[in-house]
């Protein structure tokens, strides 16, 4: 039988690593290695050192940076290098290589009380996460912002309130812009957005400036596209009535009603409010007494009612099909005891879910699981149900009028997710105005709750900024976990993520998806049959930068 030697080994120089093998045949002329020789050594060694020890530097940094490896750990790393003597320039400190700032005064951080602030800045952090190629063929750059607590600790109020930014539809590099650290959050919500807002306003007037490879200087328009909050963020930002308030709707003037120790808002197709209405306070109750306007009316160009998107991660997901399936499980939800869901049945939905579970492709973040542990779903399990395991294992396990009720829900959200489903909307506004009256009369209008209500206003949220993923929570909830791991100790931890942050802004390359710009086309398709009906050139040969 032939034999083969599979030889696995390091070439610096060359760039192959130790997934590369090379496979010798009996016909080749070879020499089996010595290992009792120090030749081979000798030679690694060699093309080890024609290694500038920058780039080797650099590699190091991006590894320790991208994988968020701690201090120590890179110390022994280092440690353990520099004992060979091809490495032995490497810096002996991990705060050397990442060139971390040192000093913690260095780290110009402003009273914000109750806590402190720092402001990254938004044109610093769009020119050292976005490259000017990426933008080069786009008329502006539509920024998103996200603003929201994190806590920090469960022992205590410590939280940080960043505020998060990334430019449509690169949402994949997500940023912080400012992040507010404190044992409670600001008390002044002004106060805290006062560095934002003079900043947003400028770029918006003026643009930012790129500088290109060969130093031509390109000016971007900025827009200010969306914010993205939760109702207690969106109401501590406006400074208006919480979603318990009787006059909490920020979209509409309807009034609350008070049935069953519940704050319910049944009604539908109430007059809207505008920016005017908001900044002249036509309805006082609206807004919270005895306080000033928010900062945010000043930014030129704003229409503050439209600019605060419904984030559907809040409204649809946590809010409205967690609020299903808790009148459909849970006995202390208070709902019409025909609406309950039978152990019998529930051993079926649950049976349903773990069959399809191996059917559920790597596409989603998360595998189903069984109803049993709804109380621990994350937002991602209560999407998914939503959109594609649910309407598959409610079927025949719950009340006629409740699966058809929540099929309605879920056409909509089909629709109000799809970029090419507009034309529509005027059935899914329809739709929806139909899904919340037969939501009253399944449950009862007691449980018409805030986020019931504004389902409603959805539609002008996909009129404003397209799909609601446009304008969704999601992408800054995945980046509140990069946040929170910059903190390795209790002690000055907004310091710490600055330096975190910092040393990511240095060595770190944004990771977006491909876009138009990454694509090259080649070998326009000019003889042989063409396709009928298309008039653009046609090409033989797609390549993808990022491929």
Known sequence: ?????????????????????????????????????????DETDDLIAQQPINVINDHLSNWAVSHNISNVAVNDLLSILTKHHCFKTLPKDSRTLLKTNVSSKRVEVKNVNPGFYYHFGIANCIKK??????????????????????????????????????????????????????????????????????????????????????????V???????????????????????????????????????????????????????????????QEKHHLANTEMPILINLPNINIINVFCLDYMHLCCLGVTKKLLKLWLFSKSKGPKNVRITSTKLNEINSNILNIKSCITSDFPRKPRSLDEVSNFKATEFRQFLLYVGPIVLKNNINDKCYFNFLCLHVCMIILLSPNLSKMLNFCDKLIKYFINEFCLIYGSEHASH??????????????????????????????????????KSAQPLQQAVKRYEEKFKFQKCTNKVSPTDTILKKQHTNGPLLQDLHNPQYKILILKTF
């Open 1 to 41: 039988m032939n034999s083969k030697i599979f030889y696995c080994f390091i070439d610096i120089a060359v760039g192959v690593t130790f997934d590369d093998s090379i496979i010798l045949s009996d016909d080749e002329d070879y020499n089996y290695c010595d290992t009792d020789t120090s030749s081979s050594d």
């Open 129 to 218: 996460c976005y490259p000017i190629e990426r933008h080069i063929n786009d008329d502006c750059l539509k920024l998103v912002f996200g603003i929201d607590g994190l806590p920090l600790s469960r022992s205590s109020g410590s939280s940080f309130w960043p505020i998060l930014c990334y430019v449509r539809p690169y949402k994949e590099t997500v940023f912080p812009i400012g992040i507010y650290w404190g044992n409670k959050k600001p008390e002044d919500s002004n106060e805290f957005l006062v560095d934002f807002n003079e900043e947003m306003s400028y770029l918006i007037k003026n643009g930012i400036i790129f500088e290109t490879i060969d130093n031509r200087r390109i």
């Open 220 to 282: 971007k328009q900025v827009v200010l596209d969306t914010i993205v909050c939760d109702a207690p963020a969106k109401s501590y930002i406006l400074k208006i009535k919480g979603h318990s308030g009787f006059f909490s709707c920020t979209r509409c003037e309807t009034q609350g009603i008070y049935k069953c120790n519940r704050l319910c808002f049944p009604a539908i197709d109430e007059e809207k409010r505008t920016h005017e209405s908001f900044i002249s306070k036509m």
């Open 451 to 488: 986020n019931i209500h504004a389902l409603q206003h959805l539609i002008d949220d996909y009129n404003n900024f397209g799909p609601l993923d446009n304008a969704s929570a999601f992408p800054f909830e995945n980046h509140m976990r990069t946040l929170k791991k910059t903190m390795r």
